[in-house]
């Protein structure tokens, strides 16, 4: 989900006249510029983020696996394992 910022513009129609219109434009949902992800341990992703919004943390794991964390909002820290094989990279989804 991202929120969305609203602006106006004029859009010239087929016979030349100008018209407002209202347009609006996805940027990410609350900034979280200060998340990090990564792996340990072999079989664990882990994730943190400092801001404000919704996030999860996915990880990509060998043999094709991969796992997702419930929705976060706001800052805290999560670890999510591998159902098999070993944790091969982390990220986070911003919601």
Do not use: F
Request: aromatic fraction near 8%.
């Amino acid at each position: 989900m991202r929120t969305l910022s609203k602006g106006m513009a004029a859009v010239a129609i087929a016979t030349g006249v100008l018209v407002p219109v209202s347009i609006a434009t996805a940027t990410p949902a609350a900034a979280q510029s200060n998340c990090r992800a990564g792996t340990w341990g072999g079989i664990y992703g882990w994730g943190e983020c400092g801001g404000q919004g919704r996030w999860q943390l996915k990880v990509s794991c060998t043999w094709g696996g991969d796992a997702t964390s419930s929705v976060l909002s706001g800052p805290g820290h999560v670890d999510v394992r591998c159902p098999w094989g070993s944790a091969r990279n982390a990220s986070i989804i911003y919601l």
